[in-house]
Nanobody, 119 residues
Framework: VQLQASGGGLVQAGGSLRLSCAAS????????MGWYRQAPDKERELVAA???????DYADPVKGRFTISKDSAKKTVYLQMDSLKPEDTDIYYC??????????????WGQGTQVTVSS
């Protein structure tokens, strides 16, 4: 199973970016997909997650500014980031928790995508 992330870049403070992450491979069902971010020398932290039943969860710093959504048919998760702040600058990683046939729950990570917000 592979996750391919895209959509990062450089934007001015107050601007917007949309991240996408598509899962491919032998996935029976996806339980949850999410976005994390990590700054140098810091732990990776949850930004937002969405379950198969559309339950969403957001980190406090992004509530009201970021919106996570998904297209189940395309096995793709999106992160719409509005009102970006310089402190949102990080490498963003997507992940997916999924089942392959009747196997155990598995997790995969996408490659990071850099988001840089200039002041």
């Amino acid at each position: 199973v592979q996750l391919q992330a895209s959509g990062g870049g450089l934007v001015q403070a107050g601007g917007s970016l949309r991240l996408s992450c598509a899962a491919s491979g032998s996935i029976f069902s996806i339980r949850q997909m999410g976005w994390y971010r990590q700054a140098p020398d810091k732990e990776r932290e949850l930004v937002a997650a969405i379950t198969s039943t559309d339950f969403t969860d957001y980190a406090d710093p992004v509530k009201g500014r970021f919106t996570i959504s998904k297209d189940s048919a395309k096995k793709t998760v999106y992160l719409q980031m509005d009102s970006l702040k310089p402190e949102d600058t990080d490498i963003y990683y997507c992940n997916a928790d999924y089942y392959i046939d009747k196997g155990p729950l598995s997790r995969s990570w996408g490659q990071g995508t850099q988001v840089t917000v200039s002041s």
